[in-house]
């Protein structure tokens, strides 16, 4: 009975030890769990602080996109002129520039300034396009330099704010993607003994960086001025008419011909 009895107290000395492991496992993941939902609702309040600024970059890029799409037509629509219209165009111009009416006369070269006036137009259109693509440039610079800023948070764990095809996530898209985060206690699964300071360390350890790395964020003026001046300025790109393809070549030969300056093939 009296080994009987020893043996009892053995399991029972060892069932209350468990047990207690347990507990002390258990209060140190609640603890855990408890300071990462704190962490990530001051994150989630910090953020909401980026999102007006987020919705204007989403505005700049789409003029930019806007831009682009006008440039690619307005170039496409220069190159079935000719496979050179702005050389063609500006050596006929000069031609008949500089060329008197004496002359025009004897070659009977008509409609002088007229001729100037439409091949003039591809030459303006060019300039526009290049004008157009030079901010485009410029301004796609500043947004990379806005998503730099943000790319650290990203690395450290910050849910990303666009989705695959890099457009702003809705809010409450967003906000689910941080209570998932909350929410993610895999990080605690193999705690074991008793919680101490190095533990909150070493768990949450980032989640603090994150934190103290959004409160040190500071965005640059978000002005939407020489956005709308790039949307202006491609509306004037697309919207000044050319000549049709076969109208250019015969303005060309009209004041070229007479003297066989350029070869009025392609």
Request: charged share 35%.
């Amino acid at each position: 009975m009296v080994q009987d009895k020893n043996q009892l107290d053995k399991t029972n000395k060892e069932r209350l030890e468990k047990i207690s492991k347990l507990k002390t496992r258990l209060m140190g993941r609640d603890l855990l769990k408890s300071t990462q939902h704190f962490l990530w609702d001051l994150i989630s309040g910090e953020v909401g602080k980026f999102w007006k600024d987020l919705k204007r970059l989403e505005v700049k890029k789409s003029y930019i996109y806007s831009a682009l799409e006008k440039h690619k037509l307005a170039t496409e629509q220069l190159a079935h002129l000719h496979k050179s219209p702005i050389e063609r165009a500006k050596s006929t111009i000069n031609f008949l520039k500089f060329s008197s009416d004496k002359f025009f006369a004897k070659f009977k070269v008509n409609d002088r300034y007229q001729t100037i006036f439409l091949l003039q137009r591809a030459v303006d259109k060019e300039e526009l396009v290049q004008k157009v693509h030079d901010k485009c440039k410029v301004l796609h610079e500043e947004i990379k330099a806005f998503y730099a800023i943000f790319k650290p948070l990203m690395d450290k764990g910050l849910p990303f704010f666009w989705d695959v095809e890099n457009r702003l996530l809705k809010r409450d898209d967003y906000d689910n993607l941080v209570v998932a985060k909350r929410n993610d206690h895999s990080n605690f699964e193999d705690l074991e003994g008793n919680l101490r300071g190095e533990i909150l360390v070493t768990k949450l350890g980032d989640v603090f960086e994150l934190l103290h790395m959004i409160k040190k964020i500071s965005l640059p003026q978000n002005e939407v001025e020489e956005y709308i001046n790039l949307e202006i300025l491609s509306i004037q790109m697309k919207d000044l008419m050319l000549p049709t393809k076969n109208h250019f070549k015969e303005l060309i030969k009209m004041a070229i011909k007479p003297l066989g300056l350029i070869p009025l093939t392609s």
